[in-house]
């Protein structure tokens, strides 16, 4: 049973415009969420996160959106370039209960010049 | 700024053939991670340490896993016997908790023939 859902395989966008990723959460507890890229042969690394009493967070062509009656996230890269072109993970944690975190099955965004 | 080192980075052997996975966390963390990442299931987490205590073990998918963190700064993975369906990528990762902003290894790339 999948309590975080990246529903989205796969994304194509073209470069300058806006990419959006999406992601769900089934459990309720979740109250920190983060993002992570990865490039191929590379480890994932950190992008941006967000705690649920935020429902917005920024930082330069990054912001993650926060819906919680929905239990919904997305992440919005604007302006998308070419480098963005990477597997994008979602992962929510119960930061109260001091929970690991788990992560989606992650989306795949191409960005095409 | 040393991050996550494992090693090694790819590892081919043959069924039935004992395995181990090394990983060197970030000095100062005293969480870490190992994950498995597949097609299928995407980034698995097997196993986390905390202050080198195993905190949660639910992910490790049969007793022919096991994983030590003998002192702050080093863990092994081990499968034994190895199998086929264990090859994957398998990723360390380690944090200031277990659920803050992780840092990745680049992972270990192992190939049971």
């Known amino acids: 049973d999948q309590q975080v859902k990246q529903n989205s395989p796969s994304l194509s966008v073209q470069e300058g415009r806006i990419s959006i990723l999406n992601c769900d959460y089934t459990n309720s507890m979740f109250d920190y969420f983060l993002w992570y890229k990865k490039y191929p042969a590379e480890g994932p690394t950190f992008l941006i996160s967000i705690s649920s009493i935020k429902d917005k967070n920024e930082d330069g062509r990054f912001t993650v959106f926060l819906n919680k009656s929905a239990k919904h996230l997305s992440l919005h890269i604007v302006p998308s370039q070419p480098g963005d072109s990477a597997v994008y993970f979602c992962?929510?944690?119960?930061?109260?209960?001091?929970?690991?975190?788990?992560f989606g099955k992650g989306t795949t965004l191409s960005v095409s010049s | 700024d040393a991050g996550v080192i494992q090693s090694p980075r790819h590892e081919v052997t043959e069924m039935g053939q004992e395995v181990t996975l090394r990983c060197k966390p970030i000095s100062g963390h005293n969480s870490l991670f190992w994950y498995r990442q597949t097609m299928m299931r995407g980034l698995e987490l097997l196993i986390y340490?905390?202050?080198?205590?195993?905190?949660?073990d639910s992910g490790m998918p049969e007793d022919r896993f096991s994983a030590k963190m003998p002192n702050a700064s080093f863990s092994t993975l081990k499968i034994q016997p190895s199998e086929p369906r264990d090859s994957a990528v398998y990723f360390c990762?380690?944090?200031?908790?277990?659920?803050?902003?992780?840092?990745f290894g680049d992972g270990t790339r192992l190939s049971i023939l």
């Open positions: 990762a380690s944090s200031f908790g277990p659920s803050q902003p992780q840092h």
């Open positions: 992962a929510a944690s119960a930061d109260q209960a001091g929970t690991a975190l788990i």
């Open positions: 340490f905390n202050n080198n205590v195993p905190i949660d």
